[in-house]
T-cell receptor, first 115, second 114 residues
Framework: GAGVSQSPSNKVTEKGKDVELRCDPI?????LYWYRQRLGQGLEFLIY????????KSGLPSDRFSAERTGESVSTLTIQRTQQEDSAVYLC?????????????FGDGTRLSIL | AQSVTQPDIHITVSEGASLELRCNYS??????LFWYVQSPGQGLQLLLK??????LVQGIKGFEAEFKRSQSSFNLRKPSVHWSDAAEYFC????????????FGTGTRLQVFP
């Protein structure tokens, strides 16, 4: 595809439910990143994948959060037993390779609302 | 550890006025520097980047930014703002070898009055 695609664009769920967010990176991009953006705030790094290397999970806020990526394709971010503080926009980005000099290309995000 | 500061949370300008958004970073060497723009309900779009060389870089939509090593700054400028420039602007820093992540500032919200 032309850009990073995220689904769903919006998700409303009840507290305590599990949610799964999906990210399709740009074809050929080996690095994939997940961020959380709370209302009116900046980007909070969650996790990143680079090829077949072990992911950097250092930003995951709790063990309720997990993410998977198969090879260099789709990634899913799962939040178990959702809490109201999980309400945010979850942004996915991909880049051609990992590295501090690699521009990241962002999807439009999934807006998650926990009732 | 590296960090990025955007001291202005919210800026308001009139259409046609000039604009400067501030960004300061903390890092022991010259970092890779980026500016992104986020329109409401959308993801972030890259405006411009600096890696090395000419310290004044040109980006899309008429934006430019200047790297000043002595001030650890990478301020974003535009000579004449358009109403469509109203958005959130994020400065980001990438480092050489320490980490593969970009560190983002907290953003500056730009409001443009007609």
């Amino acid at each position: 595809g032309a850009g990073v695609s995220q689904s769903p664009s919006n998700k409303v769920t009840e507290k305590g439910k599990d949610v799964e967010l999906r990210c399709d990176p740009i074809s050929g991009h080996t690095a994939l990143y997940w961020y959380r953006q709370r209302l009116g705030q900046g980007l909070e790094f969650l996790i990143y994948f680079q090829g077949n290397s072990a992911p950097d999970k250092s930003g995951l806020p709790s063990d309720r959060f997990s993410a998977e990526r198969t090879g260099e394709s789709v990634s899913t971010l799962t939040i178990q037993r959702t809490q109201q503080e999980d309400s945010a926009v979850y942004l996915c980005a991909s880049s051609l390779a990992a590295g501090g000099n690699q521009p990241q290309h962002f999807g439009d995000g999934t807006r998650l609302s926990i009732l | 550890a590296q960090s990025v500061t955007q001291p202005d949370i919210h800026i308001t300008v009139s259409e046609g006025a000039s604009l400067e958004l501030r960004c300061n970073y903390s890092y022991g060497a010259t970092p890779y520097l980026f500016w992104y723009v986020q329109s409401p309900g959308q993801g972030l779009q890259l405006l411009l980047k600096y890696f090395s060389g000419d310290t004044l870089v040109q980006g899309i939509k008429g934006f430019e930014a200047e790297f000043k090593r002595s001030q650890s700054s990478f301020n974003l400028r535009k000579p004449s703002v358009h109403w469509s420039d109203a958005a959130e602007y994020f400065c980001a820093v990438g480092t050489k070898g320490d980490t593969d992540k970009l560190i983002f500032g907290t953003g500056t919200r730009l409001q443009v009055f007609p």
